[in-house]
Each structure stands twice: as C-alpha cells, then as structure tokens.
Nanobody
Framework: QLQASGGGLVQAGGSLKLSCVAP????????MGWFRQAAGKEREFVAAISRSGGSTDYADSVKGRFTISRDNAKNTAYLHMNNLKPEDAAVYYCAANRRSNTIVLKRSRNEYDYWGQGTLVTVSS
C-alpha cells in the first residue's frame, strides 16, 4: 500500500513537496508516477520516474515547475512542486508500476498497478 503525504494549502507561487512511501524490499524495481485529479475532472498524469531515477517524464502543464525524484534507500518518491498555480489544485496520487517488462515511462493510468490514497493540494489565488 502506497502512502502519500505532504499536501496542504499554499498561495499561488508557493511550493510544496509531496512524498510517497512504498513498503517492501523491491522499491528499486518499481517505476513510480504521480497523477492528480481536480474536482469534476479525470485523473491525469503529472510525472514519472524510472527505477534508478535516471529518467523522468512530465506533463507539459508542470514541466519546469515540478520535479519528481526518489530515494531508493528510503523507499520514497517525491514530487517537488514550485510556482504553484490555482489550476494545480487537486488530489495528488502516487502510483507504482511493478511490471518487470516496462521499459519506457508510462503516462497511462492503466500502466500503474498500485495507488496511494491521495493527498489534497489547495492553491489560493
């Protein structure tokens, strides 16, 4: 079970860091992703990171403002969010792809097998 945390209320232009802990001994074999779902909208891809952390992918809407990272020794993935905008407000979910045959980072929700409970990010204008 993934555990996401770090959400909260922030003013536009501010920053937040989300964390996602994945229990177990195989974290370094997992591709991690972050998704978000705003009220009344579908869940959308935000960012993904490869098993080693050497490759990352971002949605165009967050590129240059958000950074995904991971610490395999701590079984934790992070999403550093800077210059937050009101349109970034959403419930943020971390997700894990444990499929050993996945090579390319994926943006589809269907490519992720495990999900955290979500953490709410509110951005005031």
């Amino acid at each position: 079970q993934l555990q996401a945390s770090g959400g909260g209320l922030v003013q536009a232009g501010g920053s937040l860091k989300l964390s996602c802990v994945a229990p177990g001994r195989t974290f370094s074999s997992i591709i991690m992703g972050w998704f978000r779902q705003a009220a009344g909208k579908e869940r959308e891809f935000v960012a993904a990171i490869s098993r080693s952390g050497g490759s990352t992918d971002y949605a165009d809407s967050v590129k240059g403002r958000f950074t995904i990272s991971r610490d395999n020794a701590k079984n934790t993935a992070y999403l550093h969010m800077n210059n937050l905008k009101p349109e970034d407000a959403a419930v943020y979910y971390c997700a894990a792809n444990r499929r050993s045959n996945t090579i390319v980072l994926k943006r589809s929700r269907n490519e992720y097998d495990y999900w955290g409970q979500g953490t709410l990010v509110t951005v005031s204008s």
